[in-house]
């Protein structure tokens, strides 16, 4: 991927600001292990993260996914666990050691960055169509059941929406935002303002097939910017599937790199 000065400045405040512990502020409890902070989540869900290796060697990068996969394995209620890697760092043979050691991965996401002020700007809706955020555990379950069903999950059994209830309540600044047409949710997704920092994140964005094209997800997302800037966040941020890219590159956001998750379950 080329790089400009641009990009190259968005990847350092992303490196500085967003990976530690601002990247989960939801964690149960988060073990260091040289490099790596090994983190626990509600529900049995382990989360391994970092800002860089340190330079480790394959031999040492091999040594870390053992010790990770060991610590993970110990505790009975964490019954998976994924590995979040970016293109950029340098991890030599990193892709091998985790799928070695039964991490499997996922489809790369690329990691997009820009201004939020680029995003805020006022995209019409289609007709009948109205924006708003939600917070009422109603109307969570019914957004959440849309993503599910678009993303071919059973709502009656993913659990998504009761982990999102969960964060509602540990995190009151989440932001839940919907798009409807005829009382139907059609399209959805989360603002994240990460604490500490000048970032937010673009979250969980689904629309159902037959609205897409009409430029509801971008409207949508301009109405999570403007409450982003309210809340004097500079950068907007997220990892975004080859979907949603192009919609975040014509709103002003970049693709500073990749990330691909490497899942294990018990």
Same mark, same amino acid.
């Given at each position: 991927m080329t790089t400009t000065p641009d990009t190259e400045r968005l990847l350092a405040a992303y490196d500085a600001q967003l990976r &530690?512990?601002? /990247?989960?502020?939801?964690? @149960?409890? !988060? @073990?260091?292990?040289?490099?790596?902070?090994?983190?626990?989540?509600?529900?049995?869900?382990?989360?391994?993260?970092?800002?860089?290796?340190?330079?480790?060697?394959?031999? &040492?990068?091999?040594?870390?996914?053992?010790a990770a996969l060991a610590h993970y394995r110990a505790d009975a209620e964490v019954t998976r666990a994924e590995w979040k890697t970016r293109g950029h760092d340098h991890a030599p043979g990193l892709h091998d050691a985790l799928v070695d050691h039964?991490? @499997?991965?996922?489809?790369?996401?690329?990691?997009?960055?820009?201004?939020?002020?680029?995003?805020? #700007? /006022?995209?019409?809706?289609?007709?009948? @169509?109205?924006? $708003? $955020? !939600?917070?009422? /555990?109603?109307?969570?379950? #019914?957004?959440?059941?849309?993503?599910?069903?678009v993303f071919g999950d059973d709502p009656a059994t993913s659990g998504h929406a009761d982990a999102i209830l969960r964060r509602q309540e540990r995190d009151p600044d989440m932001e839940l935002w919907v798009a409807e047409a005829d009382g139907l949710i059609v399209s959805a997704g989360r603002l994240e303002p990460v604490a500490g920092t000048e970032f937010a994140g673009l979250w969980g964005g689904s629309t159902r097939p037959e609205w897409r094209g009409r430029g509801i997800y971008r409207a949508l997302t301009a109405? $999570? #910017? $403007?409450? #982003?800037?309210?809340?004097?966040?500079?950068?907007?941020?997220?990892?975004?599937?080859?979907?949603?890219?192009?919609?975040? /590159?014509?709103?002003?956001? !970049?693709?500073?790199?990749?990330?691909?998750?490497?899942?294990?379950?018990?």
């Open positions: &530690t512990d601002a /990247e989960t502020p939801s964690a @149960v409890r !988060v @073990v260091r292990l040289g490099p790596l902070r090994l983190v626990t989540f509600p529900a049995g869900r382990g989360f391994v993260t970092y800002q860089d290796l340190g330079g480790a060697d394959a031999a &040492t990068v091999r040594g870390f996914v053992a039964g991490f @499997v991965p996922e489809d790369p996401e690329s990691i997009m960055i820009g201004p939020a002020e680029a995003l805020a #700007a /006022e995209v019409p809706l289609p007709g009948g @169509v109205t924006l $708003r $955020r !939600v917070t009422d /555990e109603a109307d969570v379950r #019914a957004m959440s059941a849309m993503s599910d069903e109405a $999570r #910017a $403007r409450s #982003a800037l309210a809340r004097g966040k500079v950068y907007l941020h997220s990892d975004s599937t080859e979907f949603s890219r192009p919609i975040l /590159e014509r709103s002003g956001l !970049v693709k500073v790199s990749t990330t691909t998750p490497y899942l294990w379950h018990r």
